[in-house]
């Protein structure tokens, strides 16, 4: 159980780094763990009006999960690979996918009084932004990480600056989408297209927590984002 592992006073990053599932509970509370993974539990949650104590034993209700990889603890470059794979690819094919539905919901029920009018030109943005901000990763972060390069902290601050800019995006697009919620008459591309940007922007967070708390500390500082190039 989580509640006797941690407590109040363990920052938002240990706990989503040993219990992954705990992600849920601070994502239904509003809480950022991938860009404020530094904050307590105890201090996230008195800005958002929640209960610590609480969320604890919420999170002890999500499990037992099944087997997951400590990540904080396997090579450096597994994690790399794992970011690779189950996110990188799986965003930009989330992100394909949704702007197309997002555009065929948006002819269909334009007269809708709930229909999410301009939701696809904000997916297209979103997808365009990220696309920019993987492949510099994949071109010059990780690359610098895995070689050990360390140059100062200015470049790690631009990556989590993009990182903070990924969430805001994210943020209106759940604004646009009246909070992923389908009307009751919704068609069921309607309702698949949100349940889609909510797995989406469950990824996205955890993606970012693996690089900004876990991958980020154990691969010291990069390099500046116009050097290099590579992609496996």
Known sequence: ?????????????EIVTCFPGASRVLERHGIDYC?????????ACADREV????????MDGELPAPPHARWDRLPVGDLIQHIFHAHHDSSRAALARLRGMAARVERAHADH????????????RLSEEIEDHLR???AVVFPAIERGVLRGGASIDVVRRDH??????LARARWLAKGFRPPPDACLTWVELYVGLARLEHGLQYHIHLENNVLFSRGGLVPSLSEGTRRR
């Open 35 to 43: 860009c404020e993974g530094d904050r307590s539990l105890a201090d």
């Open 1 to 13: 159980m989580i509640s006797k592992l941690l407590s109040t006073a363990s920052t938002l990053s």
């Open 113 to 124: 009084e709930s229909c999410p009018h301009g939701l696809a030109e904000h997916i297209g």
């Open 51 to 58: 209960s610590a104590e609480a969320a604890l034993a919420e």
């Open 164 to 169: 903070q800019d990924l969430m805001e995006r």
């Open 136 to 138: 510099r990763e994949e």
